[in-house]
């Protein structure tokens, strides 16, 4: 049962991360009336939802990954039954995961090139909008993962081998 409270843990500092990426957006949506001083915390805040995001996902993509390996190794030793292996975690959250840092690394890139003038600003903006729609997702996403897992992890326990 001490496994899946890693889980909970990653996914709070995800949460976590999705608060500081809201701050950054308000900040950077003010940045008009504080001026341009500003900007450094602007960037501050955005290395930093962009660093706690890229850590949750990629640690909670490890540990599911690597806790289905773990349940499938188990399931076989023990020669459990095929029902048994309806218990494994779908890698659906994968997909949701490289969406999210692949928009994230576009919306980070392109803060630099609209402060250059070499896209408009809508671009950044539209990005960010997309950005929080996807992580919103991806943590819905992970969260029914990781309850599947526990639940799934339960169920093992009660399984006679």
Known sequence: MEKTKFGTIVLSINVLATFVLLATALQGSKRVLFGLDSLHLHVLLSLAAALGIFFAHTWVAIYLVS????????????????????LLVPPAFLGWSLALLLVLLVTFFLGPAVLL??????????????????????????????????ENLIQLNRTPV
């Open 67 to 86: 806790l289905n390996r773990e349940m499938r190794r188990f399931i076989s030793e023990n020669g459990l039954t095929s029902r048994a292996r309806d």
């Open 117 to 150: 003038g070499k896209a408009p600003s809508w671009s950044h903006t539209t990005a960010f909008w997309l950005t929080l729609a996807v992580q919103l997702w991806s943590l819905g996403v992970e969260f029914r993962a990781l309850r599947v897992c526990k």
